[in-house]
């Protein structure tokens, strides 16, 4: 069956050092895959889309990587900050009128 | 700007009864979802619709109905509420299915 796969334990890291969060995912063909960010109590804000033909995407301090033949996406947050302590939420979306499929989210807690 | 507004934010009911969650969107977007969010099991799908009159199920539908009689707006329903449906429930939409969701804010439903 199709596994979206997040780690789920959290992340902390020193404020200033560069986040690196992983989703890998089974079993699936996704056309998109997309990253959302979650505070407590919020809905997902999206932040970023990759296609499956892209290697790479890059918006200000966020770098999004799709690997299809390792079935991985890595997401990246460069010189973090307090405030980017959140959930993250990567999500997959197989094209035509398939649904997208959350991950469970990977919470960041960024260290002063 | 674009926004998704979910009628209550949180909303307190008992065993056996129906209950309405409403969600809007004021992006004349085509597809709107309907998802829970309980710990551990990241978002689920309960139903979706990409037009007026049109729902399909999600992962998750047993128990929920829907309803959408115009373009911008996608109501919930618990037929019969049971306290297994305690939980987050997430209202989204998209213009397009490989385009980025955007989400209200969230019920927090609690079932007594």
């Known amino acids: 069956s199709q596994k979206i796969e997040q780690n789920s334990e959290a992340l902390n890291i020193q404020e200033g050092k560069t986040a690196t969060l992983t989703c890998n995912y089974t079993?699936?063909?996704?056309?998109?895959l997309q990253w959302y960010r979650q505070d407590p109590g919020r809905g997902p804000v999206f932040l970023l889309l990759?296609?499956?033909?892209?290697k790479e995407k890059r918006k200000e301090r966020l770098k999004v990587t799709f690997d299809t033949t390792l079935k991985q996406s890595l997401f990246h947050i460069t010189a973090s900050q307090p405030a980017d302590s959140a959930t993250y939420l990567c999500a997959l979306y197989s094209g035509g009128y398939q649904k997208v499929t959350f991950g469970t989210g990977t919470k960041l807690q960024v260290i002063p | 700007d674009v926004k998704v507004t979910q009628s209550s934010r949180y909303l307190v009911k008992r065993t056996g009864e129906k209950v309405f969650l409403e969600c809007v969107q004021d992006m004349d977007h085509e597809n709107m979802f309907w998802y829970r969010q309980d710990p551990g099991l990241g978002l689920r799908l309960i139903y979706f619709?990409?037009?007026?009159?049109?729902?399909e199920k999600g992962d998750i539908p047993e128990g929920y109905s829907v309803s959408r009689e115009k373009k911008e707006r996608f109501s919930l329903i618990l037929e019969s509420a049971s306290t297994n449906q305690t939980s987050m429930y997430l209202c989204a939409s998209s213009s397009q299915g490989d385009q980025p969701q955007h989400f209200g804010d969230g019920t927090r439903l609690s079932i007594l």
């Open positions: 619709s990409y037009d007026v009159k049109m729902k």
């Open positions: 990759i296609r499956e033909n892209e």
């Open positions: 079993n699936y063909s996704p056309a998109y």
